[in-house]
């Protein structure tokens, strides 16, 4: 049977689209029963969290607090004394008033102003601004600039730059650029660059560069355009001449000339009984000789210069027809030339010294050469070598005997 239509349909469905309509804007949620239609609308903005809060400092470790010095009054606004005496600062003509300018400054134990533009006597001097002219005492110190003379008995201390000459008994000390001389009897200490001449009698320090000389009784340190004279040099680079006992230098340009001399780059040439750059290196060397049978050394070689120290063993003839054994030590200094791929040319001079059972060591026993070399290098370390000279033995105590003979001599270096 036909079911019979529903004459009311068409008008709940409009009444249900409508109550839909009016829930959808109320913000109510959808029946259960009806599926939510897809949506087209575009999606909703991520939410950006809120930045976290700055860290609360601690107590224990507040954070520094950097307070800028004012600068300085200039010379013009402070109290002008021509002249300025005192006994032990305030007790002075210029009794509250410590930043005066004057141009003679005369004190029996401390001296205490602003501005120099003259003369400071006394046992101790302290200018609190700048200084042009001469202190002259036992110590002084300047906070600023300073421009003349500083000669004391014990220490001097300018605070800013130095144009002139500061001379000390014991320590001499400049926080900024140097110009001129800064000698003392101890210690000399620039912490700027230093334009002239830093001398010290037993240490002279540049934290700068030294364009001119640094000499030292003991040990400079110090980066030097010029030379370094010491008996212990440390430089991170020198452009010129070091020349001491023990010279180390990380980089130089120039010329190197001591006993001990290392490099860790070398531009020019290292000249010493030990030097040890990093072009060249040390090499183990075996040779024999007519004048002395086995040998075995150790060779400093540079650029081109180079040393060996060595000991031997020799078997030498007596007057009477027997032989003797001898052992020797020996020094060598040379010069070695590259002509051609892996072939080179060198020529030195060296001294050995024999030992031999009842000779004593106040009698002259040594023996002199003069060789020329030839080598070729067939690996790094696989350089074998001929060559030949001259060599002149000294025998004797009070009468001197010289015999002369020919030197041939063969040898590998490693």
Do not use: C
Request: aromatic share 8%; glycine share 14%; proline share 9%.
């Amino acid at each position: 049977m036909t079911p019979r239509p529903d004459p009311n349909a068409p008008a709940r469905r409009t009444l249900a689209a409508a109550a839909a309509l009016a829930l959808g804007l109320l913000g109510a949620p959808a029946a259960a029963d009806e599926p939510e239609p897809a949506s087209t609308s575009t999606p909703a903005p991520v939410a950006i969290p809120a930045p976290a809060p700055a860290p609360i400092p601690d107590p224990e470790y507040p954070p520094p607090v950097v307070v800028e010095e004012p600068p300085p009054p200039a010379p013009e606004t402070v109290p002008y004394r021509p002249v300025n005496f005192g006994f032990l600062y305030p007790m002075s003509t210029n009794i509250g008033a410590p930043d005066i300018f004057t141009h003679f400054d005369l004190a029996l134990v401390l001296g205490r102003i602003g501005y120099l533009g003259g003369l400071q006597i006394g046992p101790v001097g302290w200018v609190g601004y700048d200084m042009r002219g001469a202190q002259i005492g036992l110590a002084h110190v300047v906070d600023g600039r300073a421009e003349g003379l500083e000669i004391d008995g014990i220490f001097s201390i300018a605070r800013g730059d130095f144009a002139g000459a500061q001379i000390a008994g014991l320590m001499g000390w400049t926080s900024g650029r140097m110009t001129g001389l800064a000698f003392a009897g101890m210690a000399s200490y620039v912490y700027a660059d230093v334009d002239g001449v830093l001398a010290g009698g037993l240490v002279s320090v540049a934290r700068g560069k030294v364009r001119g000389l640094q000499i030292a009784g003991g040990t400079n340190i110090g980066r030097v355009d010029g030379l370094q004279l010491g008996i212990v040099n440390v430089s991170a680079e020198v452009r010129g001449v070091q020349i001491g006992l023990i010279n180390v230098a990380r980089r130089i340009k120039g010329v190197q000339v001591g006993v001990l001399n290392v490099t860790d780059k070398l531009e020019g040439e290292s000249l010493g009984l030990v030097p040890i750059p990093r072009r060249g290196g040390v090499h183990p060397v075996i040779w024999g000789s007519n004048s002395i049978f086995a040998n075995l050394g150790v060779k400093f070689a540079s650029a081109y210069a180079y040393s060996i120290l060595g000991i031997g063993l020799h078997n030498r003839p007596l007057p009477e027809g027997k032989r003797q054994a001898a052992f020797t030590a020996g020094l060598t200094l040379g010069a070695r030339v590259p002509i051609a791929e892996g072939f080179a040319l060198a020529g030195d001079l060296g001294g050995n010294r024999l030992f031999a059972e009842g000779v004593p060591l106040t009698t002259h026993d040594e023996l002199y050469k003069a060789r020329v070399l030839f080598s070729f290098e067939i690996a790094k370390r696989l350089v074998p070598f001929v060559g030949g000279g001259v060599a002149m033995a000294v025998q004797g105590s009070d009468t001197l005997r010289f015999s002369i003979l020919p030197e041939g001599t063969a040898g590998i270096e490693l």
